[in-house]
């Protein structure tokens, strides 16, 4: 008997907007230059967010950080794709999925501060709380599409996580399951290549993590996760696909994490400057500047108006986050459950907590 | 009550009801009941778990359910433990109530992660914003061969975390109860049911109805030794009362029926009255539910005790397979004899 091949598995590579700014016009999601203009400031703004909560915590002013330098297209791009009322279950490396919601910024400077009341998400955003634990998210998104289905809701859950995110059970169990029932879920990898220092070539001998994808019998693609049109496209698609009931996508965005893992790491220690400098060159907002200045949608006044608001923003965001009281003790035990055990009663008092 | 009372077969139930009109139903199409009912009643309820839609139907506390519901409220899942806790999770806090059901307590400790570091946290680390209904409902084997991982009792992995609660029903009644109450606690919930009560009868009203969470239940008045006897243990700290009652011996028997909250008012109030305390538990002795009830009267009450507490549990090892070491590994009714009496000849 002749062996056959029953399966081939060929993974798509997207890219729309080059390093030079060039865009394959043909690939070109339709956005208008507004809206061009405002993925552009929303980056401004993130960036601009970032490098502020980098300063704050050298200053002892914020705790541990985790920077999103370098992946701003990654997580702008999708989650501009994503609807307002989608689900979205962000990982710790999210704040720029954050801020392209609108998320009150002096909530986000709290959080990082070490204030849970930071990640008590108001109503009317449709973000679920930054997962610190790696991964263990993805299965909870899936839950969540899961849930949209049978209320019949025509809304889609989205997950972020990393690459180092790929390797755990987690990722792979949420994914079978949305592949066996056709959840309508996206699974958005973050693809930095670094996990700490774990390179991504000890995550997995796969060529990609998209291909992963293809064991739970359905699509995975890789964009180019520093051209925010790619993002924006293949999410874009994917919620449409998952919208009429085509299930799952897997989208691994690649990028590359040009800070260090948090501001508790020191990445010189594991990877090379020089690689460093490659990608800082490929990082993706001089790609979509070029891009915009080709279409005379870009001057440098222009960018520095938008800095400069970004700055007036970000500042005032800072004030309203230091100025915020500190939380009342009895929080440590009011929210354990929906209401107070007799233990917890008591423990208020021995503890002295109780007003 | 009539509900309070606590069958071990189906002829000792009969014998009871001869002449009444109330109704009896086992343990399992206790648990079955309940469940149809919430499902009929509630959309935001769904069962997921590995073969709950076999025909079989999870020991007969799913059977058929799927044929009513469909393959979507009941659904088959993967082989995948962790997994459907986390997507479990994932349906509750986008205000789905879903009942996970694990065949054996031992596929538990595959959830932890899920259980301890998520669902027992949401709510308190997002200040009350997300609640997780969840209820993850998993089952003691014992006998057949059961063995070493197919037999355990693990309610001190959960009774330790704060934001969890593990019932343990030992009744039909307090089964179908727990259950919906469970569903609807808002807090996510752990039930541990013994494979060994599922043929018990007793009686259970047809309408829906809830048993408080946190209270447990006098199952036999006596002045002379108290006997908290834990799920399957009820039972046989029943038929210990009875064998020490024609010996003069009266025993008071305590039902817990949730160990984590602990009816810790009602062990108290039995053991001043007795001043004795023996704890019959499905499970292993270090850590158990059974050491938390004496370090609890040790705080409270400590000058109540009139002899120390002696506790009927596992011996210190894995479970067997043979029959003949099975039989002798497992303590029943006359260790739970010999505990009373060794307290009360202090």
Known sequence: ?355 | MPWTKIYSNKEEFEKAAAGSTLRGITYKEAILEATSRMLEQDKSVFVIGEGVDDAGGVFGTTKNLHLKFGKDRVMDSPLAENGITGIAIGAAISGMRPILVHMRVDFLPLTLDQIINHAAKWHYMFGGKLSVPLVVRAIIGRGWGSAAQHSQSLPSLFTNIPGLRVLMPATPYDAKGLLRAAVYDGNPVIIIEHRWLYDHMGHVPEDDYTVPIGKGIVRREGKDATVVGISYMAYEAMRAAEALSKEGIETEVIDPRTVKPLDMGLIIESVKKTGRLVIADTGWKECSVGAEIVARIMEESCGILKAPVVRVNLPETPTPASPALEKAYYPGVDHIISAVKKTIQK
């Open chain 1, 1 to 355: 008997m002749p062996i056959n091949i029953i399966e081939k598995i060929e993974i798509k590579y997207l890219q729309i907007v080059n390093e030079k700014g060039e865009a394959d016009s043909s690939l070109m999601p339709p956005l208008s230059n507004d809206e061009i203009k405002k993925l552009f400031e929303t980056m401004i703004l993130a960036r601009t967010f970032n490098h502020r909560a980098l300063s704050l915590q050298r200053e002892g002013r914020i705790g541990t950080y985790a920077s999103i330098w370098g992946q701003e297209a990654s997580q702008i791009g999708s989650a501009y794709a994503l609807d307002k009322d989608d689900w979205i279950f962000p990982s710790f490396r999210e704040s720029g999925v954050f801020v392209e919601k609108g998320y009150p910024l002096w909530m986000l400077y709290r959080y990082w501060a070490g204030d849970e009341r930071g990640m008590q998400i108001p109503e009317g955003f449709y973000l679920f709380p930054m997962s610190v634990p790696v991964g263990t998210h993805v299965p909870h998104a899936t839950g969540a599409a899961w849930a949209m289905r049978l209320k019949g809701h025509r809304k889609v859950a989205a997950a972020y996580f990393g690459d180092g995110g790929s390797s755990k059970g987690d990722f792979y169990e949420g994914m079978n399951f949305a592949g066996v029932f056709k959840a309508p879920v996206i699974f958005l990898c973050q693809n930095n290549q670094w996990a700490i220092s774990v390179p991504r070539a000890r995550q997995t001998a796969a060529k990609t993590i998209a291909q992963k994808a293809a064991a739970c019998g359905f699509e995975g693609i890789q964009v180019d996760g520093n051209d925010i049109f790619a993002v924006y496209k293949a999410t874009k698609d994917a919620v449409e696909k998952a919208k009429n009931g085509g299930g799952p996508t897997l989208i691994e965005c690649f990028t590359y994490r040009l800070d260090d893992h948090t501001t508790s790491d020191d990445a010189s220690r594991y990877r090379t400057e020089e690689e460093v400098e490659v990608w800082k060159k490929k990082e993706p907002l001089i790609r979509l500047r070029l891009f915009m200045e080709k279409k005379g949608l870009w001057t440098k006044q222009y960018e520095d108006e938008v800095s400069k608001k970004a700055q007036e923003t970000v500042d005032k965001e800072i004030q309203k986050a230091e100025a915020f009281a500190a939380p009342d003790p009895a929080d440590i035990v009011r929210y354990t459950y929906g209401e107070l055990t007799p233990r917890q009663k008591r423990e208020l008092k021995e503890f002295g907590w109780e007003k």
